[in-house]
């Protein structure tokens, strides 16, 4: 049995999504930390503060509660824009790894040698509609941030447009502007566009 050009680029796109499933399951941040602690707090009881006050107790409890808020306060501000910053590139990364994939195997089966007219006519046009997908994601996202978002990825396929951002709060009205957007970039029905904040 041999495998003729359509075998060939569903099995490379099946690969291809493997691999971003893998990768996205291997470099989740949480990953380790939940399987690490999801064992340690089944069956733990953990007691709200119980203890009766006293003049004493109260004021020293006052003192070590504004300390911990204030190492707490410091230690939150600092670790979230990481792990914002940390799963954005992590997705562009991703994203560009496997589209470079795909447009590498259109190129190999334009200039294959074995491929008839027809065949080299889909992957060329296969090709076009990759570098429109990349270019739609790129004006989509650039458009979002302008609109005040710290930060923007945009995910285009079958049709179907799904977008995170951070930065803001999602109100209606963002979530609309964020949509007509989309619409405006790529023609995808509003319908089919989900938007996510982190």
Known sequence: MSFGKKELVLSALVAAMGTAVYLNWQFDPGRNSRDANADDDLGVAHYVNAEIATADTASHREESSKSERVSSDSDTSSAMPTDEENYFAKVRLERKQIQDDLIELAKEVIESA??????????VEH?????DIIQQQSNVENLI?????????????????????TGQELKSDMLIAIKDIVIGQTGIAFDKIRVTSI
């Not at 074995?114 to 992957?123: F, I, L, P, Q, S």
């Not at 090709?127 to 570098?131: A, I, P």
């Not at 941030?145 to 951002?165: L, R, T």
């Open 114 to 123: 074995d491929v008839n007219g027809k065949g080299r006519k889909e992957a």
């Open 127 to 131: 090709l076009n509609k990759m570098t």
């Open 145 to 165: 941030i302008a609109k005040g978002f710290d930060d923007c990825v945009a995910f285009i396929q079958n049709d179907e447009c799904s977008i995170v951002v």
